[in-house]
């Protein structure tokens, strides 16, 4: 009970902080040019905060699956399969903003064929 009630809580705290970086960030980001169906119908908010929840239940439960193949204490497994993930969601994040960013459609989109 006690590991299904620690898993909620770092689950919960992880979607709030989560929440609350995007919203400090907002000022940096690309307004959206259209929003999907699913947005329009239901909003942001419970989109985003659904998909939050689904991506960090998701994240917790592959750790309940591994941990007990990885060495070392319960801290320092936790700290290294976040510090893991939140390297490939970096890794990511500025991969997707170089591909889609404004200033790198200059020279390199106009000689492209390709379209998005």
């Known amino acids: 009970?006690?590991?299904?009630?620690?898993?909620v809580v770092i689950v919960v705290v992880c979607g709030v902080l989560d929440v609350v970086l995007h919203t400090l960030t907002e000022g940096?980001?690309?307004p959206l040019e259209a929003y999907?169906?699913?947005?329009?119908r239901?909003?942001?908010?419970p989109v985003a905060s659904a998909w939050v929840a689904l991506a960090f239940t998701g994240l917790g439960l592959v750790f309940l699956r591994i941990e007990r193949h990885?060495?070392?204490?319960?801290?320092s497994k936790g700290l290294r399969y976040g510090l893991a993930v939140g390297l490939m969601v970096q890794v990511a994040m500025i991969e997707v903003v170089a591909i889609l960013s404004p200033s790198s459609r200059g020279s390199c989109a106009s000689r492209s064929t390709s379209r998005w």
């Open 36 to 40: 999907s169906p699913l947005v329009e």
């Open 28 to 30: 940096f980001l690309s």
């Open 70 to 75: 990885m060495a070392g204490s319960a801290l």
């Open 42 to 45: 239901l909003g942001l908010g």
């Open 1 to 7: 009970m006690r590991r299904a009630v620690t898993f």
